[in-house]
């Protein structure tokens, strides 16, 4: 159909394996182009909002939830699915009332839900899970659509993480969930929770005046997508052990653990909806060892439409030994380059974890070597950031961790640091 | 199905299979694919990798004899190090002319194996026809040049033709396949090529301004020109060439040492008998 967009997947790798060689790395950019307009939409899209209206946004918060909900609404296009949420201890519909449903957007029921969500007010705890277990209830009435979420909360969840993380996982990959944290009091790992089981961004509003942008631009973003679902589906050789599958850019996922078996050689990797974007993954595959001059095919990867069966778009991840150690010792800029970025990501994880329990001497060794890498690998907002977490003596080197840190600046950091940079096109 | 039919196990994914199935149910592999060369599944896929242990299986390419029925013979075999032959050749006899044409794909180029075999097969035709060694040559490098989608994504390959009639031998070249005579092992051309071994001269759209060599001599005495690639003469230093065996068994056995040596590249030898040699 000339209205679905066309695929691309480009494989950058370097295939050559030294003798002794086990580990290929390559980078998949998947890229969406061409036929898609946001006139001409081929699956029904459906959105649910959730506003978290529990005590702690009372003041001035609810005002800036209510009128980022708001433009959320409006930002809808005619004829999508929709309903808002408040959340509290529970999930209550804002919009339509009565019964958990979503309704076609119109002018006179986007009036309507407007009415409805200044009408909200602050009280009562906070449940994601509850929340996004009515958000799926409603969303899965409608198969075929384009399923998204958009979550807004300021404070830390008082479910238990059993309870949470089940709900998380009964979800996973059904609907996708962006969201957003608001205020200083919020805890960035349960929206990175939220945001690696339901294959989404979670974001930090630093000015809740800013919340209504925000709102707007993931409207809009979801608003774009005209392929439902499309699953990376990795062959690997029956000797071979697939060791991971990352989405490295735009932020870092790692969806190794969201295989569904396909056969015993193959998994699919759910990647959620698509719209005019390029994505890039990062596969590695341990292969068996080989002799010189023979060449594999290490990996096989396809994108497919999980709905149809169609392929979209494929190519293969190679091996070849040698032992021309100018071959084998290649490494390719874009495998380095991502590899890099998820380094940064976890030293920054492992220092802001081990700050929270008091382990000054691992916080300060990763924070430092972290503001390092950042400043390296010409992350300057990042490096910024861990500026003023971390602080380096320049006449000796030594590192040690700022007393007073603005916690926004925490977070900041925190919920940042899952966000790549491309490599520049001169870099290759 | 009945429960009476024979089981068998998918190559791919080993699930239960009843004979006269034409696909695999459990991973939809299609029944009565090729046998890999390596793991011995029947799973070779048409892209030529087996989607069992993944091995890209070897093609008639790997290694190929051939021999005329004056004696003249040729063998090209891809080595111990290379994972395919981008080395193609040509022998092919026309009335009482004997036409001989190496290609040796540019390794840093993409699709090399294609570049070479697209070449030989063009030049080969037109010099068996008549065609001068420029003609051929241009046509060979149009059709390489064809293959290219850029400047940056352009197939490559050297090239050397030899047209052996009874009184006269002509040699073109281009790049450093070489031709040498036997049984004395005089170099008959001269390498585009620098101090350091990188060619200056190839077929191929990235090509500037490449002339063809044209060398036309008469043979004196009876005996062998050889025409070889790099993968045969960067073995030669001190080598003392076979002197017995028809040139068949001389080629098989030029390849052996060169294999014995190393084979870090990809070798083709063609012999052709000389002067009262011919039969």
């Given amino acids: 159909m000339s209205d679905q967009p066309a695929f691309t997947l480009n494989i950058d790798q370097n295939k050559y394996l030294p003798l002794d060689g086990r580990e290929v790395h390559a980078i998949l950019t998947v890229g969406s182009t061409g036929g898609v307009t946001t006139q001409v939409v081929s699956s029904e899209a459906a959105e649910v909002i959730i506003v978290d209206t529990s005590g702690s946004m009372s003041g001035g918060k609810i005002r800036e939830a209510r009128q980022a909900a708001a433009t959320a609404v409006r930002t809808l296009r005619d004829g999508v699915l929709f309903a808002v949420i408040a959340g509290t201890e529970k999930a209550g519909m804002v919009y339509p009332g009565g019964s958990p449903r979503l309704v076609k957007a119109t002018a006179a029921t986007k009036a309507e839900a407007e009415r409805a969500i200044g009408r909200l007010l602050a009280h009562g705890g906070t449940a994601i899970g509850e929340w996004l277990n009515l958000a799926g209830h409603m969303l899965a009435a409608h198969p075929s659509a384009i399923k998204h979420a958009l979550l807004m909360t300021d404070g830390q969840n008082n479910e238990s993480d059993d309870v949470f993380s089940s709900v998380l996982a009964g979800w996973s990959g059904r609907f996708v969930v962006d969201s957003l944290g608001v205020g200083d009091d919020w805890v960035p790992a349960e929206l990175r929770k939220v945001a690696d089981a339901m294959l989404g961004t979670f974001d930090f509003v630093r000015n809740q005046t800013d919340l209504s942008e925000y709102f707007r631009r993931l409207t809009q973003t979801s608003m774009s997508k005209t392929v439902a679902e499309l699953s990376l589906r990795v062959w690997v050789p029956q000797t071979a052990r697939l060791k991971f599958v990352k989405q490295v850019s735009p932020t870092l996922l790692d969806l190794t653990g969201k295989r569904a078996d396909v056969n015993p050689l193959t998994g699919d990797y759910p990647t959620g909806s698509w719209g005019a974007e390029e994505r890039e993954y990062h596969v590695c595959v341990e292969v068996p060892p080989g002799q010189i001059g023979q060449e594999i095919r290490a990996g096989w990867v396809k994108l497919v439409r999980p709905d149809t069966g169609d392929v979209v778009a494929s190519g293969n991840v190679l091996a070849q030994w040698t032992d021309d150690l100018a071959q084998s010792t290649r490494i390719n800029g874009k495998v380095a380059h991502y590899t890099g970025q998820a380094e940064l990501h976890e030293l920054i994880q492992d220092g802001l974890s081990a700050r929270a329990v008091g382990d000054v001497d691992t916080a300060t060794a990763r924070l430092a070597r972290a503001r390092e890498l950042a400043a390296e690998t010409g992350r300057e907002d990042t490096a910024r950031l861990l500026e003023k977490v971390v602080e380096v003596d320049p006449a000796t080197g030594t590192a040690r961790l700022r007393r007073n840190v603005d916690k926004a600046d925490e977070i900041e950091l925190d919920t940042g640091s899952v966000r790549t940079s491309r490599l520049r096109k001169e870099g290759f | ?279």
């Fill in chain 2, 1 to 279: 199905m009945t429960g009476n039919e024979k089981v068998a196990s998918c190559p791919v994914c080993e699930a239960p299979v009843l004979a006269g199935d034409i696909y695999c149910e459990a991973c939809g592999h299609p029944m009565g694919a090729p046998t890999c060369a390596s793991c011995g599944a029947g799973a070779v896929d048409a892209e030529g990798y087996c989607e069992r242990c993944g091995l890209r299986q070897p093609t008639g390419r790997d290694h190929a004899e051939t021999v005329l029925d004056n004696g003249a013979a040729a063998v090209t075999d891809r080595g111990l190090r290379r994972s395919r032959n981008e080395d193609a050749m040509a022998l092919m006899a026309s009335g009482d002319t004997i036409v001989a044409v190496v290609c040796d794909g540019v390794g840093s180029s993409p699709r090399a194996d294609e570049a070479s075999a697209v070449a030989v097969e063009t030049a080969a035709t037109a010099l068996a026809r008549g065609a001068s060694q420029q003609e051929a040559f241009d046509l060979a490098g149009r059709a390489v040049a064809k293959l290219a989608t850029s400047v940056y994504d352009a197939p490559a390959c050297t090239y050397v033709a030899a047209v052996v009639e009874p009184d006269r031998i002509t040699l073109g070249w281009a790049g450093d396949t070489r031709a040498y005579s036997l049984p004395d092992g005089g170099l008959l051309t001269e390498d585009d090529a620098i101090e350091t071994g990188e060619i200056t001269a190839w077929l191929g759209a990235d090509a500037e301004g490449v002339t063809l060599h044209v060398r036309t001599f008469t043979p004196h005495a009876p005996g062998l020109l050889l025409v070889c690639s790099d993968g045969l003469w960067r073995y030669l230093d001190g080598y003392a060439f076979p002197s017995a065996g028809t040139p068949l068994e001389m080629a098989r056995e030029m390849l052996r040492h060169a294999l014995d040596s190393g084979g870090q590249d990809n070798v083709t030898i063609a012999l052709i008998p000389l002067g009262e040699a011919r039969e």
